[in-house]
């Protein structure tokens, strides 16, 4: 005995059905049938022989109901649970898809992973936004021609290792504008004149000199007071550097108008912290070699993109730069020869020699430069002045009677009876210190 089956159909199928039936009824041609199902005529052609043959069962898939051959396993949707709530407990489902991948060889779609994560409450859906959406500029056409930069502060180390690196670390990071590429990323204290330049000293170095650098309107960067808006001459440290490399400084006037470097921010905040904590990274100097070595590399072969063009607009130093670059990388700042031929700065008192490689005299303005290395170098008319640094500042300035300091031998340098005995009472409260002289 033969049992009728309850057959299930969509009101697709039902129409097609219909068609079908007045195909085979020759109420339609081929192509008008083919038409009206919106399938090509040879397709139409095997549809009408299936329904000919079997009837209504003609318009069902022959797999409905089975298992597809593609079906993942039991074994393996758990296996990647496991792992997921813990180990990839607050990973994007992208982030995520790739480590199990790499790590575990279970090969699964970033939205089969989207889709365990969201049932085991470990991602949650992003709402639409309905915040006005900015648009981004067009990419620059070559490499070279802009890098973007910015510094990023965040707890990189989550919490780990605190008493040494810090609650927060900031990161500084350049993007190229044509490619998306991180050219080059450093874990620093701060975002200050000394880390940036050390930055930027290692960049140009490496790569040569961009066209532009593009970034936000930080201290460092830029001054901000109303007095430098028309005072084109008021200008940091930086723009100074920059202005003597070639190199154009363009500060963006809002966070989305570098948009390039902030999504990388807001990337690597995402995906560096976790990779740092899979890897056990602790330091700053372990993170800054897994920046270099490994996560740059691997990040840059996924995500970058091909440039319009191919040309490097990267600039080579040239033999002046290179030999004045550290100079050029410095901070600088103006002071004045007082009347006993010391310079003042920063608590330090600075001894002028008797014979420099130029002619120096009491009032002129030097300039002290405070290099990479921490050594203060004293410049005058392109010249570096000889001097030694003074363990305590001198009892009382002595106006000395020589005109100026010289490449020759002074003559006629003598002290008053005043002066020696100052002189005197400076080196015997050494003595009693137990400290060397000065010499």
């Given at each position: 005995m033969v049992l009728n089956q309850l057959i299930t159909m969509t009101s697709k199928e039902?129409?097609?059905?219909?068609?079908?039936?007045?195909?085979?009824?020759?109420?339609?041609?081929g192509s008008e049938a083919a038409k009206q199902i919106n399938l090509s005529v040879r397709q139409t052609k095997r549809l009408k022989a299936r329904v000919g043959l079997w009837g209504i069962k003609g318009i069902i898939h022959g797999n409905r109901g089975k298992k597809g051959n593609r079906q993942i396993g039991e074994k393996i949707i758990n296996k990647t649970k496991e792992l997921l709530k813990k180990i990839y407990y607050d990973f994007n489902p992208l982030l995520a898809q790739e480590h199990l991948k790499d790590d575990h060889q279970i090969q699964l779609s970033k939205e089969t992973v989207r889709k365990i994560m969201i049932e085991e409450k470990l991602w949650h859906p992003k709402k639409r936004s309905t915040i006005k959406k900015h648009f981004w500029r067009e990419?620059?056409?070559?490499?070279?021609?802009?890098?973007?930069?910015?510094?990023?502060?965040?707890?990189?180390?989550?919490?780990?290792?605190?008493?040494?690196?810090?609650?927060?670390?900031?990161l500084l990071v350049s993007v190229d504008d044509a490619t998306g590429r991180i050219t080059k990323a450093v874990f620093e204290d701060h975002e200050g004149v000394i880390p940036v330049f050390r930055f930027w000293k290692g960049y140009f170095e490496t790569k040569g000199l961009p066209n532009a650098i593009y970034l936000?309107?930080?201290?460092?960067?830029?001054?901000?007071?109303?007095?430098?808006?028309?005072?084109?001459?008021?200008?940091?440290?930086?723009?100074?550097?920059?202005?003597?490399?070639?190199?154009?400084?363009?500060?963006?006037?809002?966070?989305?108008?570098?948009?390039?470097?902030?999504?990388?921010?807001?990337?690597?905040?995402?995906?560096?912290?976790?990779?740092?904590?899979?890897?056990?990274?602790?330091?700053?100097?372990?993170?800054?070699?897994?920046?270099?070595?490994?996560?740059?590399?691997?990040?840059?072969?996924?995500?970058?993109?091909?440039?319009?063009?191919?040309?490097?607009?990267?600039?080579?130093?040239?033999?002046?730069?290179?030999?004045?670059?550290?100079?050029?990388?410095?901070?600088?700042?103006?002071?004045?020869?007082?009347?006993?031929?010391?310079?003042?700065?920063?608590?330090?008192?600075?001894?002028?020699?008797?014979?420099?490689?130029?002619?120096?005299?009491?009032?002129?303005?030097?300039?002290?430069?405070?290099?990479?290395?921490?050594?203060?170098?004293?410049?005058?008319?392109?010249?570096?002045?000889?001097?030694?640094?003074?363990?305590?500042?001198?009892?009382?300035?002595?106006?000395?009677?020589?005109?100026?300091?010289?490449?020759k031998q002074p003559t006629g340098w003598r002290l008053t009876v005043s002066e020696q005995e100052d002189l005197y009472r400076c080196w015997l409260a050494r003595e009693m210190r137990g400290e060397p002289p000065i010499t």
């Open positions: 039902v129409r097609r059905y219909e068609i079908i039936k007045n195909l085979l009824a020759k109420k339609l041609d990419r620059k056409d070559n490499y070279g021609e802009m890098e973007q930069f910015d510094g990023s502060y965040h707890n990189w180390f989550e919490g780990r290792n605190q008493e040494e690196v810090g609650l927060e670390q900031c936000d309107k930080f201290s460092t960067y830029k001054i901000n007071h109303k007095n430098a808006v028309d005072n084109q001459e008021l200008m940091t440290r930086f723009e100074r550097a920059m202005n003597q490399l070639n190199i154009r400084v363009i500060h963006a006037n809002s966070p989305q108008a570098k948009g390039r470097v902030e999504k990388m921010n807001g990337t690597l905040q995402r995906r560096l912290v976790k990779e740092m904590r899979l890897n056990k990274i602790n330091t700053i100097e372990d993170a800054n070699k897994y920046l270099k070595e490994i996560f740059i590399p691997k990040f840059n072969k996924q995500f970058a993109v091909k440039p319009k063009k191919e040309s490097d607009l990267h600039r080579k130093l040239n033999t002046d730069e290179k030999k004045n670059l550290d100079q050029i990388l410095s901070i600088q700042n103006e002071r004045k020869v007082s009347n006993d031929y010391t310079v003042r700065f920063k608590n330090n008192y600075f001894q002028l020699k008797e014979i420099q490689p130029t002619t120096v005299y009491k009032k002129d303005t030097v300039t002290m430069e405070e290099h990479l290395n921490g050594e203060v170098k004293i410049s005058l008319k392109n010249y570096y002045l000889d001097y030694v640094v003074l363990p305590e500042r001198p009892i009382k300035e002595i106006n000395v009677k020589l005109p100026a300091l010289t490449t």
